[in-house]
Structure formats: structure tokens, C-alpha cells
Nanobody, 120 residues
Framework: QVQLVESGGGSVQAGGSLRLSCVASQPMEYSINDMGWYRQAPGKQRELVAVSDRFGYNKRYGDSAKGRFTISMDTVKNTVYLQMNNLNPGDTAVYYC????????????WGQGTQVTVSS
């Protein structure tokens, strides 16, 4: 089974920064294709924050993340990072690590989520 373990969430004041990390572990026969982050605020749908291929070549950002958040990959450590700068209260949400893995077929994997709270 593929497992994702997140860290780095917490509380910060508006204008501050946080860095999220997510480590993937999987059996040798499994491979990770993409990794990234989604978020879900209370009463809202889960939305894309940023996703990258495992080598960090192709990256996609949600509109709310463009210009403020940066996704990066460490393929040796099987880890994805999300550097979040200039946070505002609208960024308050549970942030979920995401991976697209494959073993005979492609499938999605989700982390347990980490809370990010931004106060004004």
C-alpha cells in the first residue's frame, strides 16, 4: 500500500509563511507518478493547490496559490513540499497530500490532512 504522511501545518498570522511536507512510502513494485496538495475549507469543496510530476518538471497551481505558493519535489526522499508565503485567512483549510501511484493501474492516494489556520 502507498502511504502519505504530512507535516508542517499549524497556525500563523496573515502575511506569514508555512512549509508543508509529505513523505510517500510504497512497496518496491509501486511507483509514484505525481504528488501535490489539495485543500478543503469548511463548507467548501476540495480544491487543487499545487501538483507536480515526481521529477518536478511539470507543475500545476490552483488560482489561489499562483504567485504565493511553491511546490517542490525531492525524489530521493520521496517527498513533496509546499512553501506557502503571504498567507491570508482565506487560506485556512485542511491541506491534503495527494499522490497518483501506479501498480498495474493508476490510482489516487490521499494523506490524512493537516490543518492550516491563518488569523487576521
Amino acid at each position: 500500500q502507498v502511504q502519505l504522511v504530512e507535516s508542517g501545518g499549524g497556525s500563523v498570522q496573515a502575511g506569514g509563511s508555512l512549509r508543508l511536507s509529505c513523505v510517500a512510502s510504497q512497496p518496491m513494485e509501486y511507483s509514484i507518478n505525481d504528488m501535490g496538495w489539495y485543500r478543503q475549507a469548511p463548507g467548501k469543496q476540495r480544491e487543487l493547490v499545487a501538483v507536480s510530476d515526481r521529477f518536478g518538471y511539470n507543475k500545476r497551481y490552483g488560482d489561489s496559490a499562483k504567485g504565493r505558493f511553491t511546490i517542490s519535489m525531492d525524489t530521493v526522499k520521496n517527498t513533496v513540499y509546499l512553501q506557502m508565503n503571504n498567507l491570508n485567512p482565506g487560506d485556512t483549510a485542511v491541506y491534503y497530500c495527494y499522490a497518483q501511484a501506479s501498480y498495474q493501474r493508476k490510482f489516487d492516494v490521499w494523506g490524512q490532512g493537516t490543518q492550516v489556520t491563518v488569523s487576521s
